[in-house]
């Protein structure tokens, strides 16, 4: 496993995220974890620092994207270096019998991977929104001082420390539920994107909107021989009903032509990053 030397790492917390997770094979022996509340302060608190990285969650294979680091990766002055994988499993933690729970406690991504779990078990239970996944256990375990009859979508790890409160595991609705992760890190003024590497993403705006905009810009990657990966759009944050897209692609010897064709063209680009995939 490859290990990045940055005097510290951003990322969600408490201890014992997925986020977490990932963070700790990376890190190096000189690294420390720095915990956020939210995936934005990890961004955040990277953009004011420099020597550190953020480990944060981009996309789910059932849930999708994860839009506010989409977001935050065009608009903060920040660069993707890397990717790594994790499969994510989740289970129940619950305090008396299902049809008895009143509150059960998740965080929206996780709730997102469960949905049909949660619907089919919990489908009258309210749902309290946690900051993280482990924050969920968190607020289950301080809840049970009041006796209150509640729930919890966990990690598998953070439930197997309380093994007496497990109803469930395996909860996601896909068993091979995947999110991948990018190790970020705030961009100098000297970093140059190497496109020997596997990957790169990139952020695409039209300069104007008409129709075969959309056919120009995938025939641009046809002429050289550029395989996307992924194509999302988004609503443009400048102008209501306006769209922008996001573009992962595989490199090839083509690369740099082929962005500066587009650069050239009718649409502006900013790459985001090009970066290898990380074995997990």
């Known amino acids: 496993m490859h290990t990045f030397n940055y005097q510290s790492i951003f990322t969600l917390g408490p201890p014992g995220t997925f986020s977490d997770e990932v963070a700790q094979k990376l890190r190096s022996a000189s690294t420390s974890i720095i915990y956020t509340r939210t995936f934005a302060e990890a961004l955040i608190q990277l953009s004011h620092n420099a020597n550190t990285a953020a480990v944060v969650p981009i996309e789910n294979s059932v849930a999708g994207i994860v839009a506010q680091v989409q977001e935050l990766l065009v608009r903060e002055d920040l660069i993707i270096v890397a990717e790594i994988n994790l499969k994510v499993c989740y289970a129940l933690l619950a305090s008396s019998p299902l049809d008895q729970v009143v509150t059960h406690y998740a965080h929206p991504q996780a709730l997102e991977q469960t949905s049909d779990f949660i619907a089919r078990h919990l489908p009258v239970s309210n749902i309290e929104f946690s900051h993280s996944n482990v924050d969920s256990g968190v607020q289950f375990l301080n809840s049970l001082e009041q006796k209150k009859c509640v729930a919890a979508i966990v990690p598998l790890s953070f439930a197997d420390k309380h093994p007496e409160y497990i109803h469930s595991k395996d909860i996601q609705d896909y068993k091979n539920n995947t999110t991948r992760f990018f190790i970020v890190q705030k961009k100098k003024n000297s970093d140059a994107f190497d496109f020997t590497q596997q990957k790169t993403s990139l952020f695409v705006e039209f300069k104007e909107?008409?129709?075969?905009?959309?056919?120009?810009?995938?025939?641009?990657?046809?002429?050289?021989?550029?395989?996307?990966?992924?194509?999302?759009?988004?609503?443009?944050?400048?102008?209501?009903?306006?769209?922008?897209?996001?573009v992962d692609f595989t490199n090839n010897e083509q690369t740099q032509a082929c962005i500066d064709s587009l650069q050239n063209s009718f649409f502006r680009c900013k790459v985001l990053g090009s970066y290898n995939l990380i074995p997990s």
């Open 209 to 246: 909107d008409r129709s075969g905009l959309l056919y120009e810009l995938l025939s641009i990657f046809n002429q050289f021989d550029i395989n996307l990966c992924r194509l999302e759009s988004r609503p443009s944050k400048e102008t209501p009903w306006f769209y922008v897209f996001y």
